[in-house]
């Protein structure tokens, strides 16, 4: 559906999703025609809507492809190259993306029709039956945290900047859009840091209170609280962050593949996935110009649009597995490259969260915090996921080798961004919280929202 009166612009961002919740087979979800928030009468259809935002999840402007991928290219310090000559990407790879960036639009269009459904359905619970009521509620909760976690990182300064009363991330609407009257809704401003994060947490804790520790392909308590540690550490809170991953390692039924290999590339969610986008032929990220595994995987079978650079090769030491999962290729336009193996398959579930992070998360955060969360030392969180790729053994560990580790198990998962900017850590010559490695609000929402504050350097 297209709105036409100028005016009414901003509330595309909100209904697109609403207007159609389209049938996802990958849960299972029964098709339905379009279906309009005041059509949502019944517990299918809060279900229904609830189940759809896992569509927006798995977009390419979500953890499709743009999360991770728009990450690693602002991030980006010579691992990867973007020789595909898609304009807007090759802007945000040289740190020059504009207030039109039709990437910043899209990742911002995205978030808010998944938040809006959310909202809805969280509207709705008292059509959910009282069993179910709990854990709708709760995985609602879950995603919105998700989502508005990863907006004001691409949106805002980080927790590390300081300033959380006076730093803006995004607007936080936690009521429902349903129709054009509710159009004041819509014209919120921007929130701080310090409101932003308050939320995203009560989110979190909510989540975690109410959803099961089984929720097939979909979030789980074990989600909420690997989301709890990324926002713990985000905000240097060690112990808080260890005690979360911990509930995971020492409760949750994970555990790491048996080889670096069988992380990546599988049908169904691995032992470690704790959280991870499904596809199929007739569900997926994208297989033409769009999706992660297009752009990361070398032509014919992607685009191949991002190569992986000999420098990023140097991080491997000796034996280790992850050093040599890579391969030749080349590029839709003919430019030969190396490329990662993690994205090599099509139609294979793409991992948002892994086992591997948390040791990494629980080690790091232990060492930092100066306590000991769980039955392993940071040495032994560390050696676990380097003796699993056949890395040597540390005998020492210190704060910069848990960021290397990272570097090396979660390279092209799009962690560095997040990691540089929670420990202050240069990017090349620029510092962290430096105005280029912040998208810039769209045009068309402070053309319409006035409340909307742009970002420095727009």
């Known amino acids: 559906m297209k709105f036409v009166i100028t005016k009414y612009r901003f509330l595309t961002v909100v209904f697109m999703g609403l207007l159609l919740v389209s049938c996802n087979k990958k ?11 005041d059509q949502v009468k019944t517990e299918a259809d809060v279900t229904a809507l609830l189940f759809g935002t ?26 990867i190259s973007f020789v595909g000559t898609f304009a807007d990407y090759k802007l945000v790879t040289s740190r020059q993306q504009n207030r039109t960036s039709i990437i910043a639009e899209g990742i911002w269009q995205n978030g808010f029709e998944i938040i809006n459904k959310i909202n809805i359905v969280l509207s709705k619970l008292d059509l959910v039956a009282d069993d179910n009521k709990a854990a709708v509620g709760a995985e609602a909760k ?46 919120v401003a921007r929130a701080t840091v310090q409101d932003m994060y308050t939320q995203i947490e009560t989110d979190l804790k909510a989540a975690i209170d109410g959803l099961p520790e089984d929720n097939g392909t979909r979030a789980n308590k074990y989600t909420a609280y690997a989301y709890l540690a990324r926002l713990y550490m985000a905000e240097a809170k060690y112990t808080a962050a260890a005690t979360a991953a911990n509930e995971i390692i020492e409760k949750g039924p994970y555990s790491l593949t048996t080889s670096y290999a069988g992380a990546f590339n ?33 032509y014919p079978d992607g685009r191949g ?16 597995e992850r050093g040599k999962f890579f391969y030749n290729g080349s590029s839709i336009a003919g430019k030969s490259g190396i490329y990662t193996t993690k ?78 900017k929670r420990l202050k850590l240069n990017i090349g010559s620029l510092a962290y919280d430096n105005d280029q490695f912040v998208l810039p609000i769209p045009e068309r929402e402070t053309d319409v929202n006035k409340l909307l504050e742009q970002n420095n350097g727009y």
């Open 305 to 320: 649009d991002a190569q992986v650079n000999v420098a990023h090769l140097d991080l491997y030491e000796g034996d280790d």
């Open 27 to 37: 849960l299972d979800v029964k098709p339905q025609d379009s279906i309009s928030p």
């Open 266 to 298: 599988n049908a169904s969610n691995s032992s470690e996935d704790i959280f991870a986008i499904q596809q199929t032929e007739q569900s997926n990220t994208g297989v033409a110009n769009n999706g992660i595994i297009t752009m990361y995987n070398a």
């Open 142 to 187: 879950c995603i919105r945290a998700i989502i508005y976690y990863m907006l004001s990182g691409f949106y805002g300064k980080p927790y590390s900047d300081g300033n959380l009363t006076t730093n803006l991330t995004v607007p936080l609407v936690v009521d429902p859009i349903i129709s054009t009257g509710e159009i004041d809704k819509a014209y």
């Open 54 to 79: 896992y569509d927006g999840l798995q977009y390419y402007r979500a953890y499709g492809e743009q999360y991770q991928l728009i990450s690693d290219l602002i991030a980006n310090e010579d691992d």
């Open 343 to 420: 994205y090599s398959t099509k139609y294979k579930v793409v991992p948002i969260v892994r086992l591997a992070e948390i040791y990494l998360t629980r080690g790091e955060a232990n060492l930092r915090g100066g306590v000991q969360i769980g039955s392993s030392t940071p040495l032994e969180d560390i050696n676990t996921i380097r003796e699993r790729s056949g890395a040597s053994t540390l005998l020492t560990v210190t704060g910069d080798d848990f960021v290397t580790e990272r570097y090396r198990e979660l390279a092209f998962e799009g962690d560095k961004f997040w990691t540089k």
